[in-house]
C-alpha cells in the first residue's frame, strides 16, 4: 500500500485544509443521483490525441496494473475524509497504453450522469490520481461512483468524476460540468481555490 496521506506537504502545512472541516463519514455528493450501471454493460474508453484508442471491459480494466493508496478526501462544500484507502489503474498507464501524442495538453473525464471534469495532462500524472474500483478492499460502492471513478487527493474531488465511461485527451483546454458553472479550474484546496 502506498500512502499518500502526507502528500500535502507540497501544498501547505496542515493536512486539513482551510475551511475544511474534518468527518468520519462518507457523503454522497452526486449532480443527479446515482445511475444504475452494472459492471457486465460497462466500457471504459479513451480517445482524442492518442496513438492507440482503448477500450476495455470490466473484467479487463481490473486485470492492468493496479496499486492501492491510503489518501485524503477534500470536497469543496467543507469535508474532508482522511484515510481512505481506494485500489486502481494510475492515470499513468493509461496514458503509456493510449500513446498519448506529444501535443495532448489536457483531459475531460466523461461519467455516465453526463458529468465532465477537466485536469491538465501534467495533473494527471501528479501521484495520486487513480482510477479506483475498490474502497476499503471492496467494491467501490454504487453512490461512490462503482463500478470506477477517478479520485485526485491533490483537489477538491469534483475533480474525480464518478461513473467514467471514458477519458479524452486535448490539445487545448476545456472546462467541465462544474468548471463551467463557477468553480475553480485548478481547485487547489490548500490554496482554497473554491470558485473561479
Ligand atoms: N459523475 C459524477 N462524478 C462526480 C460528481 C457527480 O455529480 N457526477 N460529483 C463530484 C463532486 S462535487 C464530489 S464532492 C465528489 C463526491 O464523491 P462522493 O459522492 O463519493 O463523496 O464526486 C465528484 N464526482
Ligand atoms: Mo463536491
Given at each position: 500500500m502506498k500512502d499518500l496521506t502526507d502528500l500535502y506537504?507540497?501544498?501547505?502545512?496542515?493536512r486539513l485544509?482551510?475551511?475544511?472541516?474534518e468527518t468520519d463519514r462518507f457523503?454522497?455528493?452526486?449532480?443527479?443521483?446515482?445511475?444504475?450501471?452494472?459492471?457486465?454493460?460497462?466500457?471504459?474508453?479513451?480517445?482524442?490525441?492518442?496513438?492507440?484508442?482503448?477500450?476495455?471491459?470490466?473484467?479487463?480494466?481490473?486485470?492492468?496494473?493496479?496499486?492501492t493508496h491510503l489518501q485524503d478526501f477534500h470536497?469543496?462544500?467543507?469535508w474532508s475524509k482522511f484515510d481512505c484507502q481506494f485500489t486502481?489503474?494510475?492515470?499513468?498507464?493509461?496514458?503509456?497504453?493510449?500513446?498519448?501524442?506529444?501535443?495532448?495538453?489536457?483531459?475531460?473525464?466523461?461519467?455516465?450522469?453526463?458529468?465532465?471534469?477537466?485536469?491538465?495532462?501534467?495533473?494527471?500524472?501528479?501521484?495520486g490520481?487513480?482510477?479506483a474500483?475498490?474502497y476499503d478492499g471492496?467494491?467501490?460502492?454504487?453512490?461512490?461512483?462503482?463500478?470506477?471513478?477517478?479520485v485526485?487527493p491533490?483537489?477538491?474531488?469534483?475533480?474525480?468524476?464518478?461513473?467514467?465511461?471514458?477519458?479524452?485527451?486535448?490539445?487545448?483546454?476545456?472546462?467541465?460540468?462544474?468548471?463551467?458553472?463557477?468553480?475553480?479550474?485548478?481547485?487547489?484546496?490548500?490554496?482554497?481555490?473554491?470558485?473561479?
Amino acid at each position: 500500500m502506498k500512502d499518500l496521506t502526507d502528500l500535502y506537504r507540497g501544498y501547505g502545512d496542515d493536512r486539513l485544509p482551510p475551511g475544511q472541516r474534518e468527518t468520519d463519514r462518507f457523503p454522497v455528493l452526486s449532480k443527479s443521483g446515482t445511475p444504475s450501471w452494472t459492471p457486465e454493460e460497462w466500457t471504459f474508453e479513451v480517445w482524442g490525441a492518442v496513438s492507440d484508442p482503448l477500450a476495455y471491459t470490466y473484467e479487463e480494466f481490473r486485470d492492468l496494473p493496479a496499486e492501492t493508496h491510503l489518501q485524503d478526501f477534500h470536497c469543496v462544500t467543507g469535508w474532508s475524509k482522511f484515510d481512505c484507502q481506494f485500489t486502481g489503474v494510475p492515470f499513468a498507464e493509461i496514458v503509456d497504453r493510449a500513446g498519448v501524442r506529444e501535443e495532448a495538453e489536457h483531459v475531460m473525464f466523461h461519467s455516465l450522469d453526463g458529468y465532465t471534469t477537466d485536469l491538465s495532462l501534467s495533473e494527471c500524472l501528479e501521484d495520486g490520481v487513480l482510477f479506483a474500483y475498490d474502497y476499503d478492499g471492496e467494491a467501490l460502492p454504487g453512490d461512490h461512483g462503482g463500478p470506477l471513478r477517478v479520485v485526485t487527493p491533490q483537489k477538491y474531488a469534483y475533480k474525480g468524476a464518478k461513473w467514467v465511461t471514458g477519458v479524452e485527451f486535448l490539445t487545448e483546454p476545456e472546462r467541465g460540468y462544474w468548471e463551467l458553472r463557477g468553480y475553480s479550474d485548478s481547485a487547489n484546496p490548500w490554496a482554497e481555490e473554491r470558485y473561479s
